[in-house]
């Protein structure tokens, strides 16, 4: 080394200078990683109608997540309207959420039944849009969603399935959308909220391929439609999501890397406008909130061997299929 710097000096010192640049970014991204994940706030959602007599729509409303939006909204001082197929838990959601607030922090809320997979309802999409339509809209949470029953390759998945998956992430996503977003861009005001996955904005998954692709379609949908409408008052955010206690993750307890729904969503509005483990991943509005996601996430994008977390996740799912379909074995016996 010493004989390298007498006879190249400017080699060394490239190679040094190079060297001290990777650190600096790498210490800088770090640094804003772990600022807007532990420190920092997000937007103050008084910016898109708290309080002010503002609606929020979240779809997928009955349980888990959807339903910590819609409660935790209206605790921010929204109106809320939500949707779902089950009409018991949206009514009891209702009741809870208009129940809840009292003087100036009385909400209003309502519901619309709705089967987001049956895309050629037109009654039912009538019946949305026209609810909708008289409502200010300050923000739309776009969590309705579907996955496979258990990890399955491709050519052997069902084609309902594969259908019903598309239907409900992607295209009756869009609709909502197309319904809400001309208001929002009338009023100069809104936040769009679009529900991710590590399997579509992370890593691909082997033996959920329709599912990943669909969240992939979400954030890249996010992406551009945040473009649009960012000089309209509007942001677009898709919220990427490791597993979460719900009933399609059929998680029932949570643990470090798995929240509960309320832990999550408090997360997710308190890092509006933030990337946290998203930062500076070549991932335009996409933001990962609840703190040990962000750290797998920027983990993940740190080591950058993209194999290495396809052959872990194709083996986890490998997994899963096999124990699925034991326990499928086992309640056919038991009949």
């Known amino acids: 080394m010493s004989t390298m710097a007498v006879d190249h000096p400017y080699v060394v010192k490239a190679l040094l200078a190079l060297g001290a640049i990777s650190f600096a970014k790498f210490a800088i991204k770090s640094l804003g990683v772990l600022l807007q994940t532990f420190v920092l706030s997000g937007n103050d959602l008084r910016k898109y109608g708290a309080g002010k007599g503002a609606w929020a729509v979240v779809t997928g409303a009955s349980e888990g997540i959807g339903r910590e939006f819609a409660l935790q909204l209206?605790?921010?001082?929204?109106?809320?309207?939500?949707s779902a197929r089950n009409a018991g838990a949206l009514a009891a959601l209702v009741a809870e959420i208009e129940q809840a607030g009292s003087g100036d922090r009385k909400v209003k809320a309502k519901s619309v039944i709705m089967d987001f997979s049956q895309l050629s309802d037109q009654a039912q999409w009538t019946r949305f849009e026209n609810e909708v339509k008289g409502l200010d809209v300050g923000v739309l949470v776009n969590n309705v969603g579907r996955s496979h029953k258990a990890p399955i390759y491709f050519a052997e998945a069902d084609t309902e399935e594969i259908e019903g998956i598309l239907n409900i992430n992607i295209n009756a996503t869009m609709r909502v959308t197309r319904m809400?977003?001309?208001g929002m861009?009338?009023?100069k005001r809104g936040l769009i909220l679009n529900m991710g996955s590590f399997s579509g904005t992370g890593i691909p998954s082997p033996m959920l391929a329709t599912y990943a692709a669909s969240k992939a379609f979400l954030s890249t949908f996010t992406a551009s439609l945040a473009a649009e409408v960012k000089n309209q008052g509007i942001d677009v955010q898709c919220l990427n999501t490791y597993f979460v206690v719900s009933n399609m993750s059929k998680i029932r307890k949570p643990n470090m890397t798995t929240p509960l729904p309320k832990d999550y969503v408090r997360s997710a509005l308190q890092k509006i406008g933030l990337a946290c483990g998203a930062l500076w991943t070549g991932r335009?509005?996409?933001?990962?909130?609840y703190w040990s996601h962000a750290l797998l996430d920027y983990l993940m994008n740190l080591i950058g061997w993209k194999q290495l977390f396809i052959?872990?996740?194709h083996n986890l799912h490998r997994d899963i299929r096999k124990r699925y379909l034991r326990k499928v074995?086992?309640?056919a016996k038991s009949m």
């Open 180 to 182: 809400v977003l001309p």
């Open 74 to 82: 209206a605790k921010k001082g929204f109106n809320v309207f939500v």
């Open 185 to 187: 861009v009338e009023r």
């Open 284 to 289: 335009p509005n996409v933001s990962t909130p």
């Open 329 to 331: 074995a086992r309640a």
């Open 311 to 313: 052959g872990y996740t």
